[in-house]
């Protein structure tokens, strides 16, 4: 595969670069899976129509499997051509960035979610790096740099973190609902909205070590003394932020860390104890697997990132809340009450109230004392922009 992280290569990911993983994910996963299932039905239609025979394969049988062979190893062959001319040509820096468009940094967000993990390790040039973001862009966190995006600070912060597979521009779903979003609501207040981006397909611990990482560069840069931050996480954002404030614990340093600013903590829709969807994937992959006419499609359920597999389980009690933080826990359902069976049992199709909670069926609390809000019809990303979350953060951060 071309080094695209060499001295010249274009800055940025392309719209190549982005095709030529298709191809090689077309290869991977689509014609190995195809042929594997093909070969496993035949094998077991065979073994049946051969039972009188002592179950030895004929010359058709043969014939057939060879020439099912070469159209399978053909159609790999082409793709895996076609991902190493992609890659040649986008390394010399033909066609659009990703980073141009809305479009582009939508595939490059979801791709990270699903494979971000392994993007890392075999193409560095499509992962993202975790960042602080205005208008599409990446903001240094230098006194420069933030003094650039931000003309007029506030000692107060909201950091905004997105859940799997979203990116910055998430925080604009469902504008039109309430006219403006949560980012615009909390400028009004006073404070300064700063939008990140993150490669949600690494683990928890990762990305926690990178929004520590970024949170005291930001504490440290920022044009005006900090008084106070708000830290509001999506979905796994809230799990990305629990993580990082546990690694900012074990961290020794000679400064202040950046946790001692922490007043609030808003999780909207955020699987602390795990996510039903997650879950399903985990228990399908493995059924799959036991049988050799569905273990291709296993292992495609297998592709998905660390970072997904982070939502089975969630985080438990051994990554202990902020000491100084008031925590507010925003859950959904599709039914208007949370006890309606639809409700308890599907969540907002992705979450259950008690996972969002905190709450384990004996009783223990991850967040004891916090204040929980629920919104009901309304799905997970209603959670974004909606009218009762706007109402309290204006209660919240007053």
Not at 28 to 35: M, N, P
Not at 82 to 96: E, F, K, N, Q, Y
Not at 241 to 255: F, L, Q, T
Not at 377 to 386: A, E, I, V, W
């Amino acid at each position: 595969m071309t080094d695209l992280s060499r001295p010249g290569a274009p800055p940025g990911p392309g719209v190549l670069d982005a095709l030529s993983l298709l191809s090689e994910v077309a290869e991977e996963l689509v014609v190995k899976s195809a042929r594997d299932t093909h070969f496993a039905m035949a094998d077991r239609v065979g073994r049946v129509a051969h039972r009188g025979t002592g179950g030895a394969s004929t010359v058709p049988d043969l014939v057939h499997r060879g020439i099912a062979g070469a159209v399978y190893g053909a159609l790999a062959a082409g793709l895996r051509a076609t991902s190493l001319g992609l890659d040649r040509l986008g390394a010399t820096g033909a066609g659009p960035r990703l980073e141009d468009g809305p479009r582009g940094r939508f595939v490059s967000s979801s791709v990270n979610g699903l494979i971000g993990d392994r993007l890392v390790r075999e193409r560095p040039h499509l992962a993202i790096s975790m960042a602080v973001r205005a208008g599409g862009r990446d903001v240094e966190a230098t006194p420069e740099g933030l003094g650039t995006a931000y003309p007029e600070p506030s000692g107060r912060l909201v950091v905004f973190l997105h859940g799997l597979c979203e990116n910055e521009s998430y925080w604009d779903l469902h504008r039109e609902r309430t006219g403006t979003t949560y980012p615009e609501s909390v400028a009004a207040l006073g404070w300064s909205p700063v939008l990140l981006r993150a490669n949600t397909g690494l683990s928890l611990r990762e990305n926690g070590v990178a929004l520590s990482a970024l949170m005291q560069r930001l504490v440290d840069a920022w044009p005006v003394p900090v008084t106070r931050v708000a830290l509001v996480g999506h979905s796994l954002g809230g799990l990305v932020i629990r993580a990082s404030g546990a690694v900012a614990a074990e961290a020794p340093g000679s400064g202040e860390p950046w946790t001692q600013r922490i007043s609030d903590v808003v999780t909207l829709g955020t699987p602390h104890l795990g996510a039903p969807i997650a879950w399903g994937i985990g228990h399908g992959s493995r059924g799959l697997s036991r049988l050799p006419e569905t273990a291709a499609f296993g292992r495609i359920l297998d592709w998905r990132s660390v970072g997904v597999h982070d939502l089975v389980a969630g985080l438990a009690e051994d990554v202990p809340p902020l000491p100084h933080a008031r925590y507010r826990l925003v859950a959904a359902t599709l039914t208007e009450s949370q006890r309606h069976p639809v409700g308890h049992v599907v969540g907002d199709l992705l979450v259950r109230p008690r996972s969002a909670y905190g709450r384990d069926k004996r009783g223990g609390e991850l967040f004891p004392g916090a204040e929980v809000l629920h919104l009901g019809r309304t799905d997970h990303f209603g959670l974004l922009n909606h009218p009762e979350v706007h109402a309290a953060l204006e209660r919240w951060l007053a």
